[in-house]
């Protein structure tokens, strides 16, 4: 199966795909996208930990999957640093060919043998996040043998669970899953930590953007990376700036300090129709829920029922 990039220009569209209903405004400077929001839940940048909304939204622009749903339609899943792939005929190994000539923020190009070790990192990391790709049958012990890089661009992924190969893909496509920078992790790990402490506020991706600051429940700051895959994005940089009430937000939003306020309330949203200066948008996102129930209820606790 071929695949093909469905975004003709890089831009703010992988942030802005991510968001939920905001107003944006147009007075910071041209080429800086300035953001308020609550970043207070963000603890890591690490791909193979963040399972926040803050870091997951900003990790999804530093770093990229094998298969993921473009922000131009995220109806459908595509190939991210993937160009093809072909199944065998028992459904059990998947065999990926990556796009030539990508590379790193650090400029190391982008090779199979980063997608082994990234996979294989967030398995024997098994951090929150792990959980969505050990179903696919990965653990520590097995994945250095499921997981194999053929040649520079071709890897061959084999599935050791019972699971339909089209969801193994949407495994995928999750954040954990993201392909970071091997050699430039190496360099910074300590005391065989695989980078984790490195990473925590630093990148190694080959997203439209890199990663300039993070100052926890202050601001963090990315920097567009010039030879992205869909080329340069069309801001030079973003800005995200920790405003933890939705009231603040709104007013530096109607004062054209910042350009989109991520968490106004439906009653804001409201107050400021009138206000021709600032417009609302909406953009699909995917959402991951959890539904609990009483395991000791009589009727919730049968499998049939749930």
């Known amino acids: 199966m071929k695949l093909t990039p469905t975004l003709k220009s890089a831009s703010l569209a992988a942030l802005l795909a991510t968001s939920a209903a905001f107003p944006v405004a147009a007075e910071t400077p041209a080429d800086t996208f300035v953001i308020a929001r609550n970043t207070a839940d963000a603890i890591t940048l690490d791909p193979a930990e963040t399972f926040e909304f803050t870091g997951g939204r900003i990790v999804a622009n530093l770093y990229e999957r094998l298969f993921q749903f473009e922000p131009d339609n995220l109806t459908k899943l595509v190939g991210g640093i993937a160009e093809s792939y072909t199944f065998s005929e028992d459904g059990k190994k998947i065999t990926v060919k990556l796009r030539p000539g990508q590379t790193f923020h650090s400029g190391n190009p982008l090779t199979s043998a980063d997608v082994v070790y990234s996979l ?138 910042v350009d989109a306020a991520m968490e106004l309330t439906a009653d804001q949203l409201k107050a400021i129709s009138d206000n021709t200066d600032v417009s609302a948008e909406s953009y699909p996102k995917g959402y991951l829920m959890y539904l609990a129930t009483n395991m000791e209820h009589p009727v919730l606790s049968k499998p049939e029922v749930r």
């Open 120 to 257: 294989g990192r967030a398995i024997k990391l098994d951090k929150t996040p792990a959980f969505i790709i050990k179903q696919i049958g990965w653990t520590p012990e097995n994945v250095d043998e499921a997981i194999v890089a053929i040649d520079d661009t071709t890897v061959e992924i084999n599935i050791l669970s019972d699971l339909s190969p089209a969801l193994v893909l949407n495994l995928l496509s999750a954040g954990v899953a993201n392909i970071v920078d091997m050699k430039e992790v190496q360099a910074h790990e300590v005391d065989g930590d695989m980078g984790y402490a490195w990473l925590k506020d630093h990148s190694a991706g080959s997203g439209p953007y890199k990663l300039k600051t993070w100052k926890a429940n202050e601001v963090v700051m990315l920097e567009a990376f010039d030879d992205y895959r869909q080329g340069k994005p069309a801001m030079e940089r973003v800005v995200i700036r920790h405003v933890a009430e939705p009231s603040a937000q709104r007013l530096l939003l109607e004062k054209g300090d």
